[in-house]
């Protein structure tokens, strides 16, 4: 039996190679880019409390211990998050009051704009994006 490969064999198998190593260029182009600073003004305010107290309460998600309610906004996709960010004062001061919406305006927020601009801020929980920061930073 020969070790030899057909010529066929051969060709064939020098295509599948060249094809698999072939360098796709757009695998290194960006999606989505942002100047830097692009955001800075976005960054005095999102996910922030405002200066005075909330005069309007959050219905019956007021009864909740406070603890609770900003447990319960970490599992929030992001733009439930925006959304509730901007459904009243009270809903503001929880979301700004929560060290990890903190976390996400200070580091995050060319981020956040990213996957809206994809279309997928809805399939990343603030918890998720926060961990995903921390392990980033060696806090994990």
């Keep these: 039996m020969s070790s030899t490969k057909s010529p066929a064999k051969s060709l064939e198998s020098e295509a599948i190679l060249r094809i698999t190593s072939y360098h796709r260029r757009d695998f290194d182009a960006k999606v989505v880019t942002a100047e830097p600073g692009q955001h800075d ?4 305010s999102l996910f922030k409390s405002f200066d005075e107290s909330a005069s309007s309460g959050l219905g019956r998600l007021q009864r909740l211990p406070f603890e609770l309610l900003s447990s319960i906004c970490l599992l929030f996709d992001l733009q ?6 901007q459904a009243s004062r009270s809903a503001r001061e929880t979301i700004g009051s929560n060290p990890q919406y903190h976390r996400l305006r200070e580091h995050s927020l060319e981020c956040i704009w990213a996957l809206s601009r994809t279309g997928v801020i809805q399939a ?4 998720a994006l926060s961990c995903s920061i921390d392990c980033l930073r060696g806090r994990a």
């Design 41 to 44: 003004h976005a960054r005095s």
């Design 80 to 85: 439930s998050a925006l959304n509730f960010n």
């Design 124 to 127: 990343l929980t603030a918890e």
